[in-house]
């Protein structure tokens, strides 16, 4: 898909997001959905990512898995320059910060992900990275 077109695909699943209160259809049909709002690591520019998240309770999770591509996503770059951020979770927007897990931490969610999502495994398995897991936590 050219960028062109994922751009439009994203704005699309956003208006859907928004009209629904937190649903959207296509590949997002019957997941979780999470808008998260983040500024470019170099530009700046505020940008909005369309994840399907892991959600924990009130813990949400999200997984730099670019479907398996060698490469982070651009998002995940911007959370790492900038963690400080705005999440809509169904109809609700609130601050948060972005955490990058590590370790036994990221291995532990990153299989809760795959045990309901199992593209997230697939995911994995064709990258030699290890695909990053961030949490947003919600700011007090």
């Known amino acids: 898909m050219t960028t062109t077109g994922f751009d439009e695909m994203n704005r699309n699943v956003i208006r859907e997001f928004r009209e629904t209160g937190g649903r959207a259809g296509g590949v ?5 959905l999470v808008l998260v709002h ?8 505020e940008r909005i990512a369309p994840l399907v998240p892991y959600l924990d309770g009130d813990r949400i999770y999200i997984f730099a898995s670019k479907g398996g591509a060698d490469t982070n996503p651009d998002w995940y770059h911007n959370l790492v320059a900038h963690p400080d951020i705005t999440v ?7 601050p948060a910060t972005a955490r990058v897990l590590t370790g036994q931490e ?9 045990a309901v999502e199992p593209q997230f495994g697939d995911y994995q398995r ?3 990275r290890v695909i990053p897991v ?3 936590v919600r700011a007090s």
């Open 28 to 32: 997002f049909e019957g997941k979780p």
């Open 38 to 45: 983040h500024f470019g690591a170099k530009s700046g520019t």
């Open 88 to 94: 809509e979770l169904g109809s609700e927007t609130f």
């Open 106 to 114: 990221r291995d532990d969610v990153y299989a809760k992900q795959v």
């Open 126 to 128: 064709k990258t030699r």
């Open 134 to 136: 961030v949490e947003l």
